[in-house]
């Protein structure tokens, strides 16, 4: 107990008008000090012991991390001191993540050791069942954002655009992340308070293995002689079937009964058709909707550089380094294979080299043509005149006759 709670428990002595101002003079207390501790505002030293304090080693190293910014010139400001200690003084921590690609790389694993953050990987297609946000937090996100949608659609907006989506996602967000749905969340998951009972009562039963009844009766000559008839998928196969059963299996039948079954085949046959029919075509939208939808993947799909995939295991800060040296070699041989295809085909020639070898083959193909002009010109004897000569007559008074050869 402090010295003025003491001095509220003895009093005044007896004839003297209780006040603070008595009190303080009587205890050699402040008088404010008095009134705060009689309205129950607790002392500095109380205050100080239920405060957390931070170990010499985390204190160093607040204070180097404070001293490295000032020397960069970004000093840090007071109101963030706070949250740099309680950063420094918390332990591991655990960050609870998917199997999705890109959660595993080299970065992210080495990352998370020098934090000292503990990686625990969710199985495989449970995510709709472990993770809080799937749980209970998308399913209102989306009934909330669908009647924005709806509402702006029935002020007249037709298309949806980008532009729309902020105004569209703020309240449905504000509707849908609230602190009773984030709690039910984690609840339903069994995180917190943790009760994997939770989880485990929904997941379905495994089935029982069957058990195989041997009869211990003689197989019949009859039974050995029936056949079971093959189940129709198409409506060729159906009218094969309703074929079969009118004319092998009702030929014992009444009249009237025969009929009567004919007619009831005949509406099965036609409810099956209709059912065939639709079938076939559905099946034939689903293969095109499949065909886009994989085709959209393909596009959508971006190469991750991630670790090996594989069975669980526990990565050390020697893995990591090995799987970066792995890494760094196959990036060189595929550099190195790209140098090596990119050098392959015709090998360059010298200049010199190529205009000597130019000039060579103009100088044949001339040769060639000269020897085949004189070869043709020995064939056919004496030179003729390309242009044909005019001859004049020595006769005067008549005019120049051109022949015509």
């Known amino acids: 107990m402090d010295k003025a709670r003491q001095v509220l428990a003895q009093g005044v002595p007896p004839g003297v008008r209780r006040s603070y101002h008595t009190l303080a003079d009587h205890g050699g207390v402040a008088h404010s000090t008095l009134h705060h501790r009689a309205h129950s505002r607790p002392s500095m030293q109380d205050k100080a012991q239920s405060q957390q304090y931070l170990t010499p080693w985390e204190e160093s190293a607040l204070v180097k991390f404070i001293l490295h910014m000032s020397d960069l010139g970004r000093p840090v400001r007071i109101k963030h001191i706070p949250s740099l200690a309680f950063v420094a003084t918390r332990g591991r921590s655990v960050l609870i993540l998917d199997g999705f690609g890109t959660h595993e790389t080299l970065e992210i694993l080495e990352y998370c050791f020098a934090n000292s953050i503990i990686l625990c990987r969710l199985p495989s297609h449970t995510s709709h069942k472990l993770q809080p ?136 046959a036609k409810a099956t058709q209709l059912s065939l029919t639709k079938s076939a075509l559905q099946q034939n939208h689903i293969q095109l909707l499949m065909a886009v939808n994989n085709e959209a993947k393909s596009r959508r799909s971006t190469r991750a550089d991630i670790l090996e995939k594989g069975s669980g295991q526990v990565f050390s800060y020697e893995h990591l380094q090995d799987k970066r040296l792995k890494r760094a070699e196959k990036a060189a041989a595929k550099e190195a294979k790209a140098k090596a295809k990119g050098k392959r085909g015709r090998k360059s020639k010298n200049p010199a080299q190529e205009t000597a070898e130019a000039t060579a083959s103009t100088s044949i193909v001339r040769h060639g043509r000269k020897r085949k002009s004189t070869e043709v010109e020995a064939e056919a004897g004496p030179s003729v005149p390309k242009s044909k000569t005019a001859r004049v007559s020595n006769v005067q008074g008549i005019a120049p006759v051109a022949r015509m050869y």
């Open 133 to 268: 946000c799937d749980v209970a937090v998308f399913g209102p996100l989306k009934t909330a954002y669908r009647e924005q949608v709806e509402r702006l659609e029935r002020g007249g907006v037709n298309a949806i655009g980008k532009e729309h989506f902020t105004c569209l996602y703020k309240p449905a967000r504000e509707r849908a992340f609230t602190v009773k749905n984030i709690k039910a969340s984690f609840a339903t998951s069994g995180l917190f308070p943790l009760n994997p009972d939770r989880v485990l009562r929904t997941m379905p039963k495994p089935l029982a293995e069957p058990t195989l009844v041997v009869s211990d009766e003689t197989p019949r000559q009859e039974d050995a002689v029936l056949q079971t008839p093959i189940t129709p998928v198409s409506v060729d196969g159906l009218m094969l079937l309703q074929n079969l059963i009118l004319k092998k299996d009702a030929h014992t039948l009444d009249e009237i009964t025969k009929q009567n079954l004919q007619q009831h085949l005949l509406k099965l």
